[in-house]
């Protein structure tokens, strides 16, 4: 006997069918014998749709009732997928986070996890039957409810797991697999049998929402066994790896872009110790996660500062910097919330010069203009305007031959 955990997606519950092949999935290996924790998303389209009922009544929703509404996609999962369940002979029981004590910090809309408690869950598995979960929710120690963010039930699939110290994880969803790039956006993109942690991590934290950020970080933190595969189809989809096999890496593994980015300036700030603490201090004090950061040199004593947030606080973060820009005596402020972010990953990347230069010429001759460039080890972003989006990540995926050879 095994104990894994199962997460389907939004689309893999998204109709009364879909959850009905669902469970008989989730009754086939129940009856293996195993003891099965499953996560699921609210149904496609509900988390949206739920956010647009509240943006039609008020542009800025109170952050503690917006996880109030938004919690309740993923409850109206748990209980269909436990009756679909029961009606098929597999005994299940549905937990919201607050009863399952999925315990988080109080940042409402991003909450991120603090703990976790067993015994809710142990009781049901020792009763035999299937823990069918809420993903994306939990409650903070005021007992209010919290959600982790965009993508979240990967991320209490996988917490899930390593506090319950399960077999596997398997994340189920709509495509079989991790893949060189998003396959809806360059359809030749190849799946991968395996990816490493340390690239999956990267390739998450620049946008391939396929898994969020925080479930990588808790599956290396943990070393959770770790799987993506198709709901629909037969497969064995793509394996995060932790141990590095010493085998040669490919110099590129795949090509991650964000549509969520957007980008902010103020010019004209005095060249003095502490402005750079002072721009980035309030934005963070906010909740403002700052990404690419980039600073001119000074010419007549005074720098220009730009740098990256999500779409979603954009107008918040600009309302800050106008408010930092009179502190400091700046000129001006602006911003642009009309930009992509694209990123080459690869660990084989590490050992090879020539590749930020080759990204560059690929997309010079598409006529594709770059606003902002950063680098690491093993990976290179360039922030575009939106509308090259696709042309950059095609033309990309084809100069550094990521398709891979055609099967004959
Ligand atoms: P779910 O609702 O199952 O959580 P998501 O929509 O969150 O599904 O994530 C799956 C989607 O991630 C795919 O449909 C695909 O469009 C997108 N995606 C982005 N990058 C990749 C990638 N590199 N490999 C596979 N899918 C990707
Ligand atoms: N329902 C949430 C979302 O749409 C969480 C998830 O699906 O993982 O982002
Ligand atoms: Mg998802």
Redesign the pocket.
Same mark, same amino acid.
């Given at each position: 006997m095994a104990r894994y955990v199962f997460k389907?997606?939004?689309?893999?519950v998204g109709d009364a069918k879909r959850i009905k092949s669902v469970a008989e999935k989730v009754k086939q290996a129940h009856s293996e014998g195993h003891e099965i924790i499953v996560v699921v998303?609210a149904m &496609?389209g509900e988390t949206n749709r739920l956010t647009a009922l509240a943006g039609g009544l008020l542009v800025k929703p109170n952050p503690r009732e917006m996880d109030v509404l938004l919690s309740t996609g993923e409850q109206v999962t748990i209980a269909l997928l436990s009756m679909a369940l029961g009606a098929l002979g597999c005994p299940a029981e549905s937990f919201t986070g607050g009863q399952v004590e999925i315990l988080t910090d109080s940042v409402h809309s991003k909450a991120r996890i603090k703990d976790i408690g067993v015994a809710a869950i142990q009781n049901c598995l020792k009763s035999g039957k299937v823990a069918v979960v809420a993903g994306f929710q939990g409650v903070n120690e005021q007992g209010h409810i919290t959600t982790l963010g965009r993508?979240g &039930?990967?991320t209490t699939a996988v917490a899930l797991a390593a506090k319950l110290k399960a077999s596997e994880c398997y994340?189920?969803?709509?495509?079989d697999?991790?893949?060189?790039?998003?396959?809806?956006v360059e359809p030749t993109?190849r799946k991968m049998d395996s990816i490493t942690f340390e690239e999956m991590l990267e390739?998450a934290s620049l946008g391939?929402?396929?898994l969020q950020i925080r479930a990588v970080e808790f599956a290396g933190k943990y070393n959770v066994p770790l799987r993506v595969l198709s709901t629909f189809s037969e497969g064995n989809g793509t394996l995060i790896t932790y141990e590095d096999d010493g085998m040669e890496r490919a110099l590129i593994s795949?090509i991650?872009f964000n549509r969520d980015e957007a980008k902010l300036t103020i010019n004209g700030v005095p060249d003095l110790p502490g402005v750079a603490s002072k721009i980035v201090g309030p934005i963070a004090a906010n909740n403002i996660e700052i990404d690419m950061i980039i600073q001119n040199i000074a010419d007549d004593e005074t720098t220009d500062f730009t740098f990256t947030v999500h779409r979603n606080d954009y107008h918040k973060a600009v309302a800050l910097l106008e408010e930092i820009k009179t502190s400091l005596s700046a000129k001006k402020v602006s911003g642009d919330d009309t930009i992509v972010k694209v990123s080459l990953v690869g660990v084989g990347m590490r050992s090879h010069s020539g590749i930020a230069s080759k990204m560059f010429d690929v997309l010079a001759s598409e006529g594709i203009n770059i606003k902002m460039i950063s680098t690491s080890e093993i990976k290179i972003s360039v922030v575009i305007d939106e509308k090259h989006l696709e042309a950059a990540v095609r033309a990309l995926h084809k100069s550094f031959e990521l398709a891979g050879r055609p099967v004959l």
């Open positions: 389907f997606g939004g689309t893999s998303s &496609s993508g &039930s990967d994340i189920y969803t709509d495509v697999g991790v893949y060189t790039t998003d396959p809806r993109a390739m391939s929402k396929v795949g991650a």
